[in-house]
């Protein structure tokens, strides 16, 4: 694939799928990848997070800080709508994690 990518942006988990896209996108689009990861609460899930981004080709990682967003913007309007934080809703809020990201 030839294209003029010089640089991505990853939302990173640490999971299979994005420890594996970092290598693809190193090989496939001969780009420099930058991983970010929002700390929204994990506590030790966030623990060898940098190392193992580094490990599988990031050039860098970033690690924002987003618990007061996450609460503030999500959790309590979940809340306050009278949803309760079962698993079975828990990840509707976790998505918009994402959104987060995009505006950091």
Excluded at 6 to 27: F, H, M, N, Q
Aim: charged letters at 25%.
């Amino acid at each position: 694939m030839t294209n003029s990518v010089k640089r991505v942006a990853l939302a990173y988990s640490g999971g299979l799928d994005t420890s594996i896209i970092i290598p693809w996108l190193k090989e496939n689009y001969h780009c420099e990848v930058v991983a970010i990861a929002a700390d929204v609460g994990q506590g030790e899930e966030l623990e060898g997070l940098r190392e193992k981004a580094l490990a599988t080709g990031a050039a860098e990682i970033y690690i924002e800080d987003l618990r007061h967003e996450f609460v503030t913007e999500y959790i309590f309007p979940t809340l306050r709508a009278g949803r309760s934080m079962s698993i079975n809703i828990f990840w509707v809020p976790l998505l918009r994690v994402r959104s987060l990201l995009k505006n950091k």
